[in-house]
Nanobody, 120 residues
Framework: QVQLVESGGGLVQPGESLRLSCAAS????????MGWYRQAPGKQRELVAA???????NYADSVKGRFTISRDNAKNTVYLQMNSLKPEDTAVYYC??????????????WGQGTQVTVSS
């Protein structure tokens, strides 16, 4: 069984920063891509940023230059540093990972979500 546990969400004012963390645990053999998605009320879930096991990154245009994704492969953890936050960044943020388990099963896993609210 594999779990993704997120932390770091909260309420901040515009221009402030937050750092999200997501740790994968369980019967993991290998993790390929890890990423962050978000879903605002009334909108579809969208990709925010992703990072491969080799360190290649991909960002949504709306967060380029403000958000930075990174991962610690030894800890099976992915981070999202969010700077210069805007009200439009308000959403539930979900961690995602493509994982090969110890019994060679491949799966796409999601965290439970963490709320980020940017408001004055």
């Amino acid at each position: 069984q594999v779990q993704l546990v997120e932390s770091g969400g909260g309420l901040v004012q515009p221009g402030e920063s937050l750092r999200l963390s997501c740790a994968a645990s369980g019967s993991i053999f290998s993790i390929y891509a890890m990423g962050w998605y978000r879903q605002a009320p009334g909108k579809q879930r969208e990709l925010v940023a992703a990072v491969t096991s080799g360190g290649s990154t991909n960002y949504a245009d709306s967060v380029k230059g403000r958000f930075t994704i990174s991962r610690d492969n030894a800890k099976n953890t992915v981070y999202l540093q969010m700077n210069s936050l805007k009200p439009e960044d308000t959403a539930v943020y979900y961690c995602n990972a493509n994982i090969i388990t110890s019994n060679w099963a491949s799966g796409n896993y999601w965290g439970q979500g963490t709320q980020v609210t940017v408001s004055s």
